[in-house]
């Protein structure tokens, strides 16, 4: 068989595009990911390896400067990048997802003076609907713009932002209270244009990034919160201009269903390097006289693992391609996230039990897998969530009428 997680169907150009970053993957992420990790160090070069490369421009189209590429090739690159250091494919994530909000959303004037900065590095994204007060629950946010003539005036606070400080343009929801009969028509997406930096924003005025969040994995790329203390920003910062208030819930959630085929990318991505290290070790060591794949337990446990990488590879591939299609995936991206999380979860731990006392060592890999994987279980909606969402489509297909 071939190895694991091939996708057929692709093109020469999806193919290069992958082998490029795979093999910038081997020689660039892998041998710097752990010191970088365990130092939480911002990977500057493999950053810049990225911009040349033009990774930050993978799916802006190309009359923005960018490659107009897929959906599924992104979520093909973020697998590679994920199975060097998942860190490094939050920095491309959350800009992917707000470069596809304002090809798809925005105005004239937003693409043209966004997407070609964008597509050439210049210009980072960030996205941001959580709250301290929430997460999952994005009805229950409070930040809130109130019209002041032409202009809105923001306040609130917003949390669990990547790349919030190194992002120049945020993708922010809040509510706007319009008069709509839900709670979800009374939300607007702004972009929030910015300088790269902590403390209080020169180019906002009572914007703030107070601080790096210390998280136990996903360490190198910074999450932070976002203060918003009497924000003045014109109408046109509306997510597709000032007629479009009153959209950022559907905005986002369009932006969502993206987010949601990343996770799933990453998951597959942390899994298959799970895997390779763990198929590497069992014929590395030797216990009871034989190589540790040589024992049956082991051996079913290999056998489990990719099994599991296959089955979560499948289902991400099927809701990129649907979304690439023009059709709603909200379910099939819903289901890959759920599955390929999950399984992320279970298939580095038997890598790191395989690894035995080892993988409880720093200097082994799994170490930090074990670390970086149960984000992917919360990202983008927690998996009670993604079942929530999965279980009102079947009842949608499948209710009794």
Not at 341 to 348: G, K, L
């Amino acid at each position: 068989m071939a190895r694991l997680a091939q996708t057929p169907g692709l093109t020469d150009v999806q193919q290069s595009i992958l082998e490029t970053v795979r093999e910038f993957v081997d020689k660039e992420i892998i041998p710097h990911a752990q010191h970088l990790e365990h130092d939480d160090v911002y990977p500057a070069d493999i950053v810049d390896g990225m911009r040349e490369m033009g990774l930050f421009g993978l799916t802006i189209p190309e009359e923005h400067g960018g490659l107009g590429e897929s959906l599924l090739t992104y979520a093909l690159v973020v697998e590679q990048l994920s199975r060097g250091w998942m860190s490094v494919s939050g920095i491309v994530n959350t800009h992917f997802i707000v470069a596809y909000l304002v090809a798809q959303h925005g105005s004239a004037e937003q693409k043209a003076s966004l997407l070609p900065r964008m597509a050439a590095g210049e210009v980072r994204g960030a996205f941001s609907m959580s709250e301290p007060g929430c997460g999952s629950d994005v009805a229950a946010i409070r930040t809130k713009a109130v019209p002041d003539g032409d202009d809105y005036v923001i306040n609130g606070q917003k949390m669990w932002l990547t790349n919030g400080a190194y992002s120049s343009v945020v993708a922010t929801l809040v509510k706007t209270d319009l008069g709509a009969d839900s709670v979800y028509g009374n939300m607007t997406t702004f972009l929030l244009e910015k300088t790269p930096g902590f403390g209080e924003n020169e180019a906002l005025p009572g914007l703030t990034i107070p601080g790096k969040i210390e998280k136990m994995g996903y360490k190198g790329v910074e999450t932070t919160e976002m203060v918003l203390d009497n924000v003045r920003v014109p109408g046109s910062a509306v997510l597709g201009g000032a007629d479009k208030a009153g959209r950022g819930f559907y905005q986002m959630m369009d932006g969502i269903e993206v987010g949601r085929v990343n996770v799933a990318a990453r998951a597959c991505g942390i899994s298959i390097r799970a895997f390779e290290l763990a198929i590497a070790y069992a014929q590395q060591r030797q216990t009871f006289g034989a190589q540790l794949v040589k024992h049956q337990a082991i051996a079913f446990k290999l056998a489990e693992m990719a099994t599991k990488i296959e089955a979560a590879h499948a289902l991400m591939v099927n809701a990129a391609r649907l979304k690439d299609a023009g059709q709603r995936n909200d379910v099939e991206a819903g289901m890959a996230k759920l599955l390929a999380s999950e399984y992320c979860a279970e298939v580095v731990q038997e890598s790191f039990r395989i690894h035995g006392g080892y993988g409880y060592s720093k200097e082994y890999e799994i170490e930090r897998l074990m670390r970086e994987a149960p984000f992917l279980l919360i990202g983008e909606g927690t998996s009670e969530i993604q079942k929530t969402i999965i279980s009102r489509g079947l009842l949608k297909e499948y209710g009794v009428r």
